[in-house]
């Protein structure tokens, strides 16, 4: 399908691996340019590498998403590279089951830094670029867990995952008169590395109670953010996009 992002230049966050992975070879696949920031250096390069047998133009930029001088850099080197900023996929993100009572600060500081901190860094830095041509989408990554449901255990994470849903509304409001639509997803159960924090018992408890009787695919999520960077979504602003194969209307 054409998406109309031919020639578009998008930064994909968390770009190494999983859903970040599958939305920039999407991206790529439509014809835009993907710039790919996360920390793994080899991981990186290798979504470059499969973006570009993708036919798009493709760069990765080594970022940690909780340091504001990376997040500026990210966003400086992406306007070096390609001379504008379209799309942004602010996805990377981290979770672990601690129960509540036994985190610790650090562990807290660790999730809500990467999770919510980094959002707004991202916000902040490619919102301006975004100014310059007048026009731009940005999707931030929630989850069903926080966003739509909770889950024991999961406090920081959820907690994080509901703050992106605030911050994103404000930020779809801020920036809607002047071009920019901000909008959500939440994705459900989805196959990718983070997955290892669920037993297997687990997660085929999960996938017998997804109405859809599996769990989703990296690249269904990416699809979806692809049409919400499109103009195909030119209405949507402030949404929270469920992708969950029907889990929490069950
Ligand atoms: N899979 C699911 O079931 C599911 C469901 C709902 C929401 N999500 C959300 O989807 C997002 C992607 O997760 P995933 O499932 O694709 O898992 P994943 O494969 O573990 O991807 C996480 C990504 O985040 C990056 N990252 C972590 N800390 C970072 C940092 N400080 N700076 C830059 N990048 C960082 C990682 O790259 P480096 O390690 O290379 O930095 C990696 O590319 C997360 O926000 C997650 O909460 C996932």
Known sequence: MNFGLNG??????????????????????TGASVVVAARRVQEGEETVRLAKDAGGEALFVQTDVTKAADVEALVGKTLEAFGRLDCAFN????????PLTERSEEEWDAETNVNLKAVWLCLKYQIPAMLETGTGAIVNMASIGGAVIGTSNFSAYEATKAGVIGLTRSAAIEYA????????????????????????????????????KRIGEAAEVANAVIWLCSDAASYITGHNLVIDGGFTVR
């Open 177 to 212: 008169g002047q071009g920019i639509r901000i909008n959500a997803v939440s994705p459900g159960v989805i196959a990718t590395e983070i997955l290892s924090i669920f037993s297997e018992d687990r997660l085929q408890q999960v996938s017998n109670a997804v109405p859809l």
């Open 91 to 98: 996805n990377a993100g981290i979770g672990k089951f601690i």
């Open 8 to 29: 578009k230049v998008a930064i994909v966050t968390g770009g190494s691996s999983g859903i970040g992975r599958a939305t920039a070879v999407a991206f790529a696949q």
